[in-house]
């Protein structure tokens, strides 16, 4: 029988994001020492550095050292590269919506996705204090623990819920184009604007049909990468915020049901610059 490609790291990434999810939600207040990155909003614990550690050390141990890369969240953060090659990659954010683990708001997630010759082969999103297991695999559909998921099928803008995250950068300039966006989108008049203040979640709430679109610039590769997956194969689109073609390292994305609702959401969007996730480091 064929090989089934890549089936025994999607399970072992199943497995481990459970696992991950069990340490965020045991961590208690000890964990929740707060620090902070690129802003004073974007932050960090204790608690995200060693779920990453935990998630990557299974996985190394699982699959041997230097067999495979890895592009965490925290890991670039202390100065690893984030380049994506033609080498089987992980794609990891252990605490996605950390802001929301460090207030005590529902919404947290594991982003585990896998990617090989560049081209993305599954994506695993476990929201952990909801306990729901989002997962896919290429051309293999999309599902919610056991039950197959797919996206909304309204095509109707002003039937629609929208999510839209404000990010960490509160430059005033940004500041004011992502409300301005969120303004015109909010009175073509959509149903409703949302959020859930992690990125992998709005991407499996879009997957599972519970809005219609999400968008942001200002992401990273991390919080996407699995709820692409997800999103695809639950029947949605992934497209780049100016309709161009979906890219995952350009820190800016749209994902939807159909390409009628992405479409006019696209029109509404003020863009403005985000520096990509493979930029070259600059030299301090
Ligand atoms: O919690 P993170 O891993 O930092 O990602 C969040 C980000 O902090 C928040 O500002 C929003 O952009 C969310 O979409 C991200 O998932
Ligand atoms: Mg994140």
């Known amino acids: 029988m064929a090989e089934d490609l890549w089936k ?18 045991e961590a208690g207040e000890k964990e929740i020492k707060v620090c902070t ?7 960090v614990t204790k608690t995200d550095e060693r779920v990453e550690k935990i998630i990557i050390g299974s996985l190394k141990e699982e699959f041997g050292e230097g067999t495979h890369c890895f592009i965490g969240e925290e890991s670039v953060a202390k100065g690893e590269p984030c380049i994506l090659t033609d ?15 460090v207030h005590g708001f529902p919404f947290v997630a594991v982003s585990i996705a896998f990617a090989v010759n560049k081209e993305l082969e599954f994506g695993v999103v476990y929201s952990c204090l909801e306990d729901k297991m989002y997962k896919a695999r290429r051309g293999k559909g999309a ?10 099928d309204v095509e109707e803008i002003k039937k629609s819920i929208i999510i839209s995250e404000h990010g960490t950068d509160r430059s005033p300039e940004k500041v004011k184009k992502i409300f301005s966006t969120m303004q015109k989108i909010l009175c073509i008049p959509v149903h409703g604007l949302r959020g859930s203040g992690t990125a ?17 610039i200002g992401i990273h590769c991390w919080d996407i990468a699995a709820g692409a997956v997800i999103v695809k194969e639950a029947g949605g689109i992934l497209l780049d915020v100016d309709g161009g073609p979906f890219d995952l390292m350009s820190r800016r994305m749209v994902s939807a049901n159909n390409k009628k609702i992405a479409d006019r959401i696209i029109k509404e969007i003020e863009i403005f ?7 070259p480091i600059q030299k301090k």
Request: charged share 30%; proline share 4%; with cysteine.
């Open 37 to 43: 990155k690129s802003s004073t909003v974007d932050l």
């Open 200 to 216: 992998a979640t709005n991407m499996c709430l879009v997957a599972c049909g519970a809005v219609e679109a999400f968008f942001e």
């Open 87 to 101: 080498k089987p990659t992980w794609i990891i954010d252990p605490v996605d919506g950390t802001t929301n683990f």
């Open 8 to 25: 025994k790291e999607y399970d072992f990434a199943v497995a481990v994001a459970r696992k991950a999810g069990a340490v965020i939600r």
């Open 273 to 279: 610059p985000a520096e990509r996730d493979d930029a």
């Open 143 to 152: 599902f919610c623990d056991d039950d197959r998921i797919t996206v909304s």
